[in-house]
């Protein structure tokens, strides 16, 4: 039992994926960004900011996972929960780190996306959001909620737009945190009511990006297609149909890939993850942990303002209802927000014909502020959209900004 009872809520395994190669150590530089004080003959001092430590002591607490009924405790969650999700999500993240189109494997991405849900409350973060969600004060009972609730968020990040970016012509790369499963809205500050102690801001809050490292030099971003389709709103705003428990329709066609981050969008990303951490982060290199020096206090809401998350929606269609088709010649159908026909808002015109402006509007202006060549690459028409736009394609889109812009849709950025 003893085995068991050393729990890591970062699993080794994926703490290992940021390790470079050619590291012989095998060790992390990890920050403690709450030292404790302690005290010690009398005297109190404060424990080591910064160690030097390998994957097996970092990221762990004891009986995290331990259930206990009286004298009598039980580690069976962390044996048979925690290691068949484990053993089973290693070959999906292989997957998704190295995904090339026109590939569409279903059951690694079914894998992934369990594995992305569970990460996320697993944590010592978010099992107190799931305490506090589920109004749960006793650790068995939020334990059990975990394993009951591990689906929660992947309906809604199944109807995201994906998008998978490359750090590998950048100095620095990717640091690791205490949450993997790092979210960032504009609208919502690392003090504010959204963000306090262990709160984020909701995965279904229009404007709310999730990002999760893949590797050390790749990160996979998804973006909710509202925030796509609307970038000048509320973030904070429910994004159409925010109910998590439902089935949603995934599209690997849509998955964006070949964008190569900078050094400084690294280092930007590497700041969002740090301010999003509970306590503890961990980088190959000591100067990643610090990304705060090279980036001269930046505002928050400037990494949204500056679309550093945002997919290309130039790579991006514009797509309506979706019909399938079974053997037994049953049908279903779902619009782009998950709802059923039934549902009073189905196929919703009005916000269709809105949402038909303002996307075309952010195409324009993100073609002006990037230029023609695109930020990511979608599947579509049995190709790859084009890493460059011809001066034809380009001219068409910069003039989607003025032809659909209204004083409402005011672009953010001159």
């Known amino acids: 039992m003893t085995l068991y009872r050393n729990n890591h809520y970062v699993p080794v395994w994926y703490q290992e994926r940021f390790i470079p190669l050619g590291n012989e150590e095998k060790k992390f530089w990890y920050h403690d960004l709450k030292p404790e004080t302690v005290v010690s003959n009398g005297r109190p001092y404060k424990r080591k900011a910064l160690l030097r430590w390998g994957p097996k002591k970092c ?5 995290l996972y331990t259930t206990k ?7 069976e969650i962390e044996e048979k929960f925690f290691g068949p999700v484990d053993a089973f999500a290693r070959p999906a993240l292989d997957y998704f780190s190295n995904f090339s189109h026109p590939s569409a494997e279903g059951d690694l991405f079914h894998r992934f996306l369990l594995y992305m849900s569970i990460q996320k409350l697993r944590t010592p973060k978010g099992l107190a959001y799931l305490a506090n969600l589920t109004r749960q004060i006793d650790k068995n009972a939020v334990l059990f909620e975990l394993q009951r609730l591990q689906k929660i968020f992947c309906a809604i990040w199944t109807e995201c ?10 100095e620095t790369k990717f640091i690791l945190s205490d949450h993997p499963v790092t979210v960032y809205n504009q609208g919502c ?5 959204w963000c306090r102690d262990y709160r984020d801001p909701d995965i279904w809050l229009s404007g709310t990006h999730t990002l999760f490292p893949l590797t050390i030099d790749k990160i996979l971003v998804l973006t909710n297609l509202s ?8 973030p904070t ?4 149909n925010s109910n998590p428990f439902r089935a949603a329709m995934f599209k690997f066609t849509g998955i964006q890939v070949g964008r190569s981050l900078s050094d400084q969008e ?3 990303i590497n700041y969002i993850i740090k301010s999003r951490a509970y306590r503890y982060i961990a980088a190959s290199e000591k100067s990643w942990l610090f990304p705060e020096d090279k980036l001269k206090a930046p505002r928050w809401d400037s990494f949204g303002r500056n679309y550093l998350l945002m997919p290309d929606p130039r790579s991006v269609s514009f797509s309506g209802e979706i019909i399938i088709g079974y053997k037994d010649k049953r049908t279903d159908s779902f619009d782009v927000y998950g709802r059923k026909p039934w549902h009073s808002n189905y196929d919703d015109k009005a916000q269709h014909d809105r ?13 002006r502020l990037f230029g023609p060549r695109r930020r990511g690459l979608s599947f579509e028409t049995h190709r790859l959209t084009p890493e460059v736009d011809s001066d034809e394609y380009h001219a068409y889109h910069l003039g989607l900004e003025q032809k659909f812009k209204k004083h409402r849709y005011k672009s953010r950025r001159t």
């Open 59 to 63: 990221f762990c607490q004891d009986d």
């Open 161 to 170: 737009v994906w998008s998978i970016a490359d750090a590998s012509q950048s």
């Open 227 to 234: 925030w796509v389709r609307y970038p000048y709103g509320n």
């Open 237 to 240: 705003k429910h994004r159409p």
């Open 266 to 268: 690294v280092t930007a």
């Open 189 to 193: 500050f690392p003090l504010s009511e």
């Open 69 to 75: 009924y009286g004298q009598w405790l039980s580690t």
């Open 355 to 367: 949402e038909w402006e303002t996307f075309h509007a952010f195409q324009g202006e993100f073609a």
